[in-house]
């Protein structure tokens, strides 16, 4: 569940909230403001993208109710947002009916240097320690957390056992080997490999990183350079060949044309594995982006979503407290979030080793692959900075232009964008 443009649109302005007073739903409505209500003396507003795994809406009220038992003087109104999550929240947060709780997909430092979100670390207290590095590391503006991470979200490549075995095609190990196994998986009726709808979006930073090349690091935009350029100019033979699926009914975050037979080869995440697997028994596995012929490194994708507190809400210690009760304490209804609706991996390693749909299987492969080769976008990898990549990128793969010069023109559109987050 994790990344920021086209997945937000898988997750299915308000659609509703339920409020919570000692563990009672009173109200249901659209408005989002909140107040006291059933002698509560306080109502937090805790918001969440419209999450397309069945339950899961059912499951955050059910957590919601269980606060307000254990913290009676604090309403909680549950507020369910479809469409562009994103978009909504970001336009709210500039406005005095913003949330006091909610989610982001991928973490944005801007937030915090904005003054936008507040620090958490009084939030984690001993537990801090258990929280894998990547997580903490991922949610850290200059030494102190802005959130809590709920869940990982691992994604990589799944691929058909069967169908690689009947045409006699090893699992690829780099990508010229995954570019000759989808070139040789394509038929008239079918294409070889699907990564997104437009054969761009997800496949240039995946691209881009195995490659040996960086996203942003230390401030600086690195898709200009001359593994970028490489990186890019092999996508483009991707497209040369014909072998990727495009325009399919969903996109890549959805498992449907990889389960139906479709394609032989998606990239996909974690989440819909149970899915893949009711599909296909076990006729399936899972690898990196394969690296570089000849060098750079395997990639693996690990987003995910954080819990961040509103620097401007009214209630900011109790939006705290809700925040650590339900997302550093409650370990048993952190085990119920990522695995009981879909497949994640709690940023809790004590709590994901004893989760146990992940210790066994391809499940257990996809946790090992990203602990050897996961990556997370870079905190400042927002639409305006992934934006010009994707586009230079779809420009390349089209002949539209030299992959250097369209290459160089994005990152210095992205370095403008990145220069003013830091600023």
Known sequence: MSARRTELSRRGFLAGSLLFVAGAAT???????????????????????????????????????????????????????????????????????????????????????????????????????????????????????????????????????????????????????????ARALTTKKAKGLFVSNDGVGEAAPAMVLSHGGELVSGGEVGYGSPKAVEAITALKGLHDDRSLLLGFTTDWWDPSAFAQGVVPMQWCGLWAMPAIKTALGDDFGVLPWPAATGGGTPYVRVGGWVSCVNAKGREIEAAKSFVRWLWVEQTDLQKDFASAYGLHVPPRTDVAATTGKLAEGTAKEAVALAARYGRSNPSTWDASVSGPLVTAAAKAVRGQGDPARLLADAARQAQTAVDEQLS
């Open 27 to 181: 109200a249901c409505t659209s408005d989002p403001t909140g107040g006291g209500a059933g002698g509560a003396g306080t109502t937090l507003n805790v918001w969440y993208h419209a999450y397309g795994e069945a339950g899961t809406q059912q499951a955050v009220i059910r957590y919601a109710e269980s606060f307000t038992k254990a913290h009676p003087d604090i309403a909680v109104k549950v507020t369910w947002v479809p469409g562009d999550y994103a978009g909504k929240l970001n336009a709210s947060l500039l406005t005095d009916g913003a949330p006091d709780v909610f989610e982001v997909g991928d973490f944005s430092e801007g937030l915090a240097r904005r003054g936008q979100i507040a620090p958490l670390d009084d939030v984690y207290g001993p537990a801090k320690a258990s929280f894998n590095k990547t997580a903490l590391d991922y949610v850290t503006v200059d030494g102190k957390p802005y959130g809590v991470k709920m869940i990982d979200d691992v994604i990589m490549l799944h691929y058909r056992k069967s169908v690689l075995e009947k045409a006699g095609i090893a699992p690829p190990a780099d990508f010229d080997a995954l570019r000759a196994a």
